[in-house]
């Protein structure tokens, strides 16, 4: 599997954008998939994570609320709905993709990992 994200953006406070991840690879399925993003100084930081049948999903306590993970295993794509978005949020988000049914906020269990794509939040 290779993971690719786009849509990110500058955004105004209180503004939205949608972040996608789309992955090449028959197996894409079977693989939970996580977001997680580093702001400019800080460590990576987990965001959110859905399991291989979407019907199970999970977020950091910072997002939860305001960000949706979604995916749609027939286009092969793992979305990041962001609302309500604040200065804070600015980072570059990462898609990642963990061959286990279960989730996880942890990058290391992660293997296959796409380019970031920046989200700048004015205020």
């Known amino acids: 599997v290779q993971l690719q994200a786009s849509g990110g953006g500058l955004v105004q406070a209180g503004g939205s954008l949608r972040l996608s991840c789309a992955a090449s690879?028959?197996?894409?399925?079977?693989?939970?998939m996580g977001w997680f993003r580093q702001a400019p100084g800080k460590e990576r930081e987990f965001v959110a994570a859905?399991?291989?049948?979407?019907?199970?999903?999970y977020y950091s306590d910072s997002v939860k609320g305001r960000f949706t993970i979604f995916r749609d295993n027939a286009e092969n794509t793992v979305y990041l709905q962001l609302n309500s978005l604040k200065p804070e949020d600015t980072a570059v988000y990462y898609c990642?993709?963990?061959?286990?049914?279960?989730?996880?906020?942890?990058?290391?269990?992660?293997?296959?990992w796409g380019r970031g794509t920046q989200v700048t939040v004015s205020s």
């Open positions: 990642a993709a963990r061959d286990r049914p279960l989730y996880s906020a942890y990058e290391v269990e992660y293997a296959i």
């Open positions: 859905i399991i291989w049948s979407g019907g199970m999903t």
């Open positions: 690879g028959r197996t894409f399925s079977s693989y939970t």
